[in-house]
């Protein structure tokens, strides 16, 4: 990734684990964001959270900063900034950000320190294991580098607040808190630090929430426990004059004088220092560790409701881990495992020999799993928003038409994405085969009573058989296809209710409105589907529904290319196109042949004639794809703009553009741009699929918008985990754990490709060479898991 300075103020890099909710880094190296109470809180930062060095030469020169870049403009702010908000702290001059999921790096310079500073912070992330990535703690190294000719006192403290009684910020913005609060200084062995917890509140409170700043640090560590925070900003100099007069923190301190408290404060500060001395030329490291711990949430998706008999509590999946001490001394034991095998997924991802840019898609959006976004429950079963507003969570139910169009979770964490099969399918589909496109049952929230999605029902079904495939669990298969089965025929006789595999009546989906006509969009989806299912019936014996599923969409198919193909693209047949509001009629959709692309992940051939799929997907890329925007008129949500480049959801090449098209149309989503692409590079178009993918990260350079923050209706949405999809497309993988093959099908390089890969059984990386007699040599490298039973097909 593009290193970013502190002008890149849409930066922001998530740590945190799945379902622990969410602690950011800003572009200037500021904690910001914390996103730990079940909600979602941008643009949040608590009160003196920070991190300073000092340096002291053997003269006794004496430099202190904030362990922050500069701030960049506007300034505006009504009161400027607030003590709390610290915007007076002396902080090094330049900064660069760079990031490689789960890794985030800084490098501090300033012409007037005698040290350049580096930050790396991390969570864990491993590939297939699952609770080694779901851990709500945060690694916060810092590197002190003495760049002068003499040696350096050095020392690094962290300071923050206890936020167990935290309650929001007033009109002044600020903080406050209610209710007692202990701060105590711990020393378990392979950590030590700061403890913070409420003093009257036990786990059986709704709200409890504790914490922790450790470190693992065994030379001199000193502490406040307590800031002398009296009125004003008594607190922030007293800290400041402590740690600048000597490098130690000294607790117990008093304060001296009488004043007024006008302004009386309540922040309930600590600080944990580290002190070191580094030899001229020579480097050391301050490692601390945030930890957190809110282990209740109520049983429902409006984490704003009080708890009740339909929404009693529930506990998190993390609160198995136990409290913030508990974590930090099982995670700091298997902390050396725990960050190599997060490097070797980082080192493998990028030793992919694709264009950086891809990578980056794919592992930037990585973060919407460990965002709020997605969370667990008790029983591990998985849930998901479709993304975030600042404060709350956004269009709750594993929406089946989102997340229809991601691959990452399925491919990554197979596990949680099963979940979200036998939610589906077990808990949200009726006996008649109706399921509910948004999951609300599980947690008290009653039935969803929209009418069901056609898209989602229908690659819900493609998703099934994907998953199945990459774990080969004839167990999983069995208990979720007979309701899946019943999804499946509830499409062939409601939405093809007369039976000649075209399904034309009303169409619910994605762009949420219904589709009437016919749209080969939702039809493509529809043939998938088909073939989904005949595979698995033949595999389990039913060879009766098998071909009924077969003859169905043969017949449907050849249908479907006869009424909706132009000679360039698939359009929308309908005999009044303004007759039914949010139609697209001649438009060029580009979700026009999503069933297409989902079969291709799948390994299940042509849907559609193979030059009318080809010319269709070019289309979409000649008429869709902007160089500029600036001068189309955009009266929807607005994505792309003035001279961004993106693929519009549809456009009207020949005209014909309905009086109130589709709502969306005039948009772009990422999820949508990730799908095309990867389709693209499916049919041999790599450079256009590959453009798209660039346009796609160019837009999101830290400046306008965040590498690590794909937005469309919320933060993190899940459709951007369509970017895997690129990644699969490009290597041609196709994992069958059921018949124990790998396939890969590299779309350039075949004799010089590498490719990381990952399935049910494990990880690593696939090389393709030319070998000395002009063939191929391929192979593959595990550095996960046990993957010997498989071969290459």
């Keep these: 990734m593009k290193p970013m300075d502190n002008k890149a103020s849409a930066a922001r890099f998530l740590l945190g684990g799945i379902g622990t909710g969410t602690i950011s880094l800003d572009q200037n190296a500021r904690l910001c964001d914390y996103e730990i109470w079940n909600l979602p809180n941008k643009g949040f930062r608590l009160p003196y959270n920070f991190f300073a060095v000092r340096a002291e030469s053997p003269d006794g020169q004496v430099n202190v900063k904030a362990l922050e870049s500069q701030l960049a403009p506007p300034f505006n702010k009504s009161h400027g900034y607030h003590a709390w908000q610290i915007g007076g702290l002396p902080r090094f001059r330049h900064s660069e950000m760079t990031g490689d999921y789960p890794f985030v790096r800084f490098t501090l310079t300033d012409e007037s320190m005698p040290v350049k500073a580096k930050l790396e912070a991390f969570t864990p992330f491993i590939p297939l294991a699952t609770d080694d990535s779901s851990l709500p703690a945060a690694v916060l190294r810092y590197t002190i580098c003495n760049t002068g000719e003499e040696d350096l006192m050095v020392s690094v403290a962290g300071s923050m607040p206890n936020m167990s009684t935290f309650k929001g910020s007033d009109i002044w913005t600020k903080p406050l808190f209610e209710g007692r609060q202990t701060t105590e200084y711990i020393d378990q062995g392979n950590s030590r630090g700061l403890h913070f917890y409420p003093a009257e509140k036990t786990e059986a409170d709704p709200d409890y929430f504790e914490s922790a700043l450790m470190t693992t640090e065994t030379d001199e560590v000193t502490y406040l426990d307590k800031w002398n925070e009296g009125a004003w900003w008594d607190g922030i100099q007293d800290f400041w004059n402590d740690f600048t007069e000597d490098g130690s923190l000294t607790p117990g301190r008093m304060l001296h004088g009488k004043g007024n408290s006008v302004h009386k404060s309540n922040i309930p500060m600590a600080s944990l220092c580290i002190k070191k001395n580094i030899p001229a030329g020579e480097s050391a490291d301050f490692p601390f560790i945030l930890a957190w711990y ?14 009740s008999v339909q929404h009693p509590i529930i506990r998190n999946y993390y609160a198995k881990f136990g409290p913030p001490l508990q974590v930090v001394k099982g995670f700091v034991n298997r902390l050396p495992e725990l960050e190599e ?15 950086e840019y891809v990578i980056d898609a794919v592992s930037a959006a990585l973060t919407v799993i460990r965002s709020n976004t997605c969370w667990r429950v008790e029983d591990g079963t998985f849930f998901a928003w479709e993304g975030n507003f600042d404060h709350q969570g956004c269009c709750e139910g594993n929406c089946t038409h989102v997340w229809g169009y991601t691959q990452t979770l399925a491919f990554l964490f197979p596990d949680l994405e099963r979940s979200m099969r036998r939610t589906e399918f077990l808990t949200e589909t009726n006996d008649d085969g109706r399921m509910c496109f948004r999951a609300l049952r599980y947690l008290h929230d009653g039935s969803f009573d929209m009418p069901p999605a056609a898209d989602g029902q229908l690659d819900a079904i493609t998703r099934l058989y994907r998953d199945w495939k990459l774990c080969g669990d004839d167990t999983f298969l069995k208990e979720v296809w ?8 509830y499409a062939c006789t409601q939405w093809d209710n007369d039976g000649d595999g075209v399904m034309n009546g009303q169409q619910h989906n994605t762009y949420d409105i219904e589709f009437y006509g016919v749209s080969s969009m939702i039809n493509s989806i529809f043939y998938a589907a088909l073939r989904c299912g005949e595979e698995i019936c033949h595999y389990l014996g039913d060879d009766e529904n098998a071909d009924r599923y077969a003859g169905l969409y043969k017949t449907g198919a050849e249908k479907l290319d006869a009424l909706t193909f132009n000679g360039e693209y698939y359009q929308q047949v309908i005999d009044n196109v303004n007759e039914q509001k949010y139609q697209y009629g001649k438009g060029c959709l580009s979700d ?3 069933g297409q692309q989902l079969a291709h992940v799948n390994k299940l051939g042509y849907l559609l004639p193979e030059d009318h799929v080809k010319s269709a997907v070019q289309s979409i890329y000649k008429y869709n794809f902007r ?20 693929l519009l959801l549809c456009s009207w090449p ?3 553009r309905p009086e109130i098209p589709f709502v969306y149309c005039d948009e772009v989503w990422t999820g949508v741009e990730y799908q095309v692409a990867s389709h693209l590079i499916y049919e041999g178009f790599v450079d256009e699929g590959l453009r798209i ?6 837009r999101h350079d830290g400046v306008e918008r965040s590498p690590w923050d794909e937005v469309e209706c919320g933060h993190h949405y899940a459709r951007s985990l369509a970017s895997y999809g690129v990644l699969l497309a490009f290597s041609g993988f196709f994992c069958d754990a059921v018949n124990k093959t790998l396939t890969f099908k590299p779309a350039v390089g075949e004799e010089n490709f590498k490719c990381f890969f990952c399935c049910a059984d494990g990880w690593g990386i696939y090389h393709q060479a030319k070998n000395a007699a002009g063939g191929l040599q391929k192979k593959i490298e595990t550095l996960y898991g046990d993957l010997s039973a498989y071969t290459l097909a």
């Design 482 to 489: 007979p309701k899946a089965k019943s999804a499946l025929d």
């Design 654 to 656: 020949h005209g014909g």
């Design 627 to 646: 160089e500029d925007f600036g001068g189309l008129v955009k009266l929807q949500r607005t994505y792309a703009l003035n001279d961004d480049q993106g």
């Design 341 to 355: 095998k997060s490097r070797t997924f980082t080192r493998a991802l990028r030793a992919s020999t694709v264009p």
């Design 294 to 307: 809110r282990p209740n949430r109520v049983r429902s998706w409006d984490q704003m409701k009080l708890p």
């Design 693 to 698: 993918v660039k346009a796609c990260r160019d």
């Design 592 to 594: 026009q042949l999503l």
